[in-house]
C-alpha cells in the first residue's frame, strides 16, 4: 500500500488530502482511500479505462473537489492506475 499527499484547489481554498493506494485491488473494493487531517474521506475506484470514479463519500466532500481529487490522482499514475490489476490477469 503506497501513499502520496495531494492538494487540490477551489475557490481559492486549498484542501490537502492524503491518498492511500491499495496496489492489489480485486474489484470488490476500492483502490484509492483519501483522508483529510487522519480522517477517512472518500474512495474511488477504476474502471477499465483507467478513470477514476467515486466509490464512497463519507466525508461529504465536495463534488467538484472530488473530481479535482480523481484528476490528481489519475495524473500521479500516468502509466494508467490499472497496471496492477492488469499485470495479475493471465
Do not use: W
Not at 477551489?10 to 484542501?15: A, I, V
Not at 483519501?34 to 474521506?41: D, L, W
Not at 461529504?60 to 497496471?83: F, K, M, R, S
Amino acid at each position: 500500500m503506497d501513499n502520496f499527499p495531494l492538494t487540490v484547489s477551489k475557490d481559492k481554498e486549498l484542501h490537502h488530502f492524503e491518498v492511500s493506494e491499495h496496489p492489489h485491488h480485486s474489484g470488490e473494493g476500492c483502490k484509492f482511500r483519501v483522508y483529510e487531517a487522519g480522517v477517512f474521506v472518500a474512495s474511488f475506484e477504476p474502471d477499465s479505462n483507467d478513470f477514476l470514479h467515486i466509490c464512497q463519500n463519507p466525508g461529504n466532500v465536495d463534488e467538484e473537489v472530488l473530481c479535482l481529487l480523481a484528476d490528481g490522482i489519475e495524473t500521479h499514475h500516468p502509466q494508467g492506475i490499472n497496471d496492477n490489476i492488469k499485470k495479475l490477469k493471465p
